[in-house]
């Protein structure tokens, strides 16, 4: 390179007559590289886009439907706007229809009817209060007139605006609340200049209920999303994450350093992530699937607060599973290989057990029918881990128990190693321990489910209803 | 009361013809008494609401104030609406700048900003195509104008919706994605029985842009809630909340049990959660933050992405408390009260050690300003770490060892209890050391921040500007 460059600089030297044209020749060859980087640049960043926006398409069909749903359901209502008899007949307002139609279609039914019904109870509030002020402001006389309806609204507006800071209000009504505001000063303004304001204020109600129906219908009818559905396969998933994250990094803390690998395994690792962080995922799905009717296996009145629960009880394993990985796993602090082998296989006993505690969990919940493998895993469980703290026990008062050979070269070992040396293998035992211990919690918030939600008993051969499991488990496990 | 209702019935028996009207008092007093305590119900119901109001707007004057602040935007916006001469200058479509200021006042100047900047470009780029889009289907004939023109609602409809799931233009351009499809409807559907369509929409993007500025003005001018603030304090109090949990909970483990106390301290030890749910908030302060101009100390450019960071090797540490106060403070074995003296003073130094190391950071956010003090709490963290796990690695070979009567008491401790008496607090300890490591991923992510945003250096003594931070973390603690 060095080279090139001399070799460039005398050639200037020598011709130099010609070195403008060069100059220029390069000025040009420079900036049609740099166009055509540009472009490139563009056009692998579209490509990107366009690739991203195909796969999120690809892995969940349902994505894409719900933008053909939403044009549907514009089309329809926008023939009130086409269609001569229909668009008087809401008096020319039928605008209000179709931005019904926008701004309350949501992804899932849940939301789509929670919108639905707070904009229509708001817009009926709001209107019949804005008529009623109307009427006062027109009855009391032309100096006090304004200053009522002036009054009315800036004092509404402010009422409005802040009960939006209230949690009950904000966890159900928010967007109830926003509507009142609007529709409050759209007809409290609209009234300075129409003179029938009662039949505006009714019109625009009508478009509004027109625009709201059309939205749940066509959200319930055609392919309909459940937000129950979704937070149902969601608890599920993440059970069997957590169930594979504590397995496969307690059987990976005890493998031998050259058999490790840091592929699929990992990620599998990482599963127990998607639980930490699910907390607002699972409240808004709650939230909406409060709002729909009775679908697949579940009623009306199905106990989904009770999924807020078992997702509690779930972080709070997934939090002690931060803490293994963390401490243990990618500790600086290594325990010394020979430590491993005794207790080991007692650790990857309990963590086995608790994490086909927790698959077990998982398949009652998606078949919503209860288990009589659950008893008897629970018991392992127990077993394990009670086994644990008795090896534990025994140390190390008695030199030698006459119990089994593992424990006998566990107390051997140990005393020939520092203390740093098997302080990591003991914080392993002591978090799968507690790990045990919030599992059991698990169990008690499941079998509350179940009993709230009347899982089916566990004789009863008869198969569940098929709810599209699949299609949507391998969306979530994708998400 | 047995006797009472005795003697009531003795007295019917000896009263037999006035049993209707005593029956039709009774039931007239039933009636009223229900009547009276639906009536108290309802009125509680409505004072605790109402206390509950008061209290939120007590607590956070910002709150109240935000209420006040829409209601003057209203009251100037619907001015347009008021005043002839303004109304005819935007063609009778005042209502669009009072709904755009219902709709995208939110409560703090990001917010305000990201929603007013998607709204106003959105009606922009969807105005225009629309009036392209007419205007190809009014020069294509007859019998292809509403074939066009539907075909594109429909398409245009299905595409925005399906990239609102896109997760780059759901985190900054979701509100906008769907005013686009607002407005692309709105003015192709007008263009049916409007003449001069270029002008409607030219209107709509006046008065749309009228009430985003007005939000703006408002919002900016009066007392302003910033995003950024609110996020830079969110932090600093976090991390002080995850310095009195980790002390707190370390000295409450080596309480006596009868000195242990479950009121305000335990409260206090409770803080970390606050870390473990905040990454939600912190997001979409961030995202709103990035909105915003240079306001008090912080420039247009001011890293909001690295609060981000900052706040998630906070919760790393949160939940590694939470690991802590489960597996050992609120876990069912106990460590022997014996073994807790010799190590136990370690323990609290380690831990008051990492703890005033968080809450030094918290001062250096705080005050934007970097601490001589903190190179030395860190150096002191380290040590008692170090000393920590030198104390572990010299037990047990070394019977006695002579460094300090500490040890040797431990070592002496040790060799009479079984291990899972010790179990705990070895626990306790290898989560110790776990924390100060983490505690020194959060130096190096504030070290970063230091760094970008230029706090000022350690021996410029100037005082930084007000904040109005005490009012502010009044209410975040209060949150």
């Known amino acids: 390179m060095g080279d090139e460059k001399e070799v460039l600089s005398s050639d200037r030297v020598e011709n130099e007559p010609s070195t403008t044209l060069t100059s220029e020749l390069g000025i040009f060859h420079k900036s049609w590289l740099s166009i055509v980087s540009l472009w490139f640049g563009l056009m692998s960043k579209v490509c990107k886009f366009v ?3 195909w796969d999120i398409g690809v892995n969940d069909p349902r994505k894409p ?5 939403v044009g549907a359901a514009l089309s329809v209502v926008s023939l009130l706007y086409y269609m001569r008899p229909l668009y ?60 009522i309806i002036r009054a009315s609204l800036f004092l509404l507006a402010v009422t409005a605006t802040f009960s939006r800071f209230i949690p009950n209000i904000k966890a159900r009504f928010d967007y109830g609340a926003s509507i009142f505001i609007l529709t409050f000063t759209v007809v409290s303004v609209a009234g300075y200049r129409i003179d029938n304001l009662f039949a505006f204020a009714q019109q625009r109600l009508l478009t509004v209920a027109i625009g709201a ?63 930490l962080n699910s907390k607002g995922m699972e409240d808004s799905l709650c939230n909406f699937a409060r709002w729909e009717p009775a679908h697949g296996c579940f ?32 500790s600086k602090i290594k325990a010394h ?37 659950l008893l008897l895993l629970t018991e392992e469980m127990r077993i394990a881990a009670q086994e644990l703290q008795h090896v534990l026990k025994s140390q ?38 507690e790990i045990a211990t919030r599992v059991e919690r698990v169990i008690d918030e499941v079998d509350e489910l179940s009993r709230l939600a009347n899982f089916k008993p566990a004789n009863d051969e008869k198969p569940h209803p098929d709810l599209g499991e699949q299609n949507i488990m391998r969306t979530l496990q994708l998400v």
């Open 65 to 69: 439907m719900h933008g053909v749903k």
């Open 213 to 275: 129906s059309m939205c749940i219908l066509v959200s319930m009818i055609i392919s309909p999303i459940w937000a129950g559905q979704d937070l149902h396969f969601h608890v599920t998933c993440n059970l069997e994450k957590l169930a594979d994250s504590l397995d496969g990094c307690v059987v990976e803390y005890f493998k031998e350093d050259n058999e490790r690998n840091h592929g699929e395994s990992f990620k599998r690792l990482q599963g127990y992530k998607c639980t």
């Open 299 to 330: 009623s009306f009145r199905h106990p989904w607060k009770q999924y807020l629960k078992v997702g509690s009880s779930m972080r709070s394993c997934a939090s002690c599973i931060e803490a293994l990985v963390g401490s243990c796993i990618n």
């Open 396 to 433: 190390p008062r008695q030199p030698i128990p006459s119990l089994s050979p593992q424990k006998l070269d566990f107390t051997s070992t140990l005393k020939n190693l520092h203390l740093i040396q098997v302080l990591p293998l003991l914080t392993v035992t002591s978090l799968l321990i």
């Open 88 to 147: 008087y007949s809401v008096g020319g307002n039928a605008m209000w229809a179709v931005l019904t139609v926008v701004v309350v279609f949501e992804n899932n039914v849940g939301a789509t009817i929670s919108k639905s019904f707070n904009r229509m109870m708001a817009t009926f509030l709001a209107g019949a209060l804005a008529v009623g002020v109307h009427w006062i402001g027109c009855h009391s006389g032309k100096p006090f007139e304004p200053i």
């Open 51 to 53: 690739r991203n926006a």
């Open 337 to 373: 290989e020979s430590t491993k082998e005794p207790l080991g296989n007692l650790c990857k006993r309990l963590s086995s057990h608790s994490s086909a505690v927790l698959k077990e969990l998982a398949t009652i919940i998606k078949s919503m029918r209860r288990s009589p493998r």
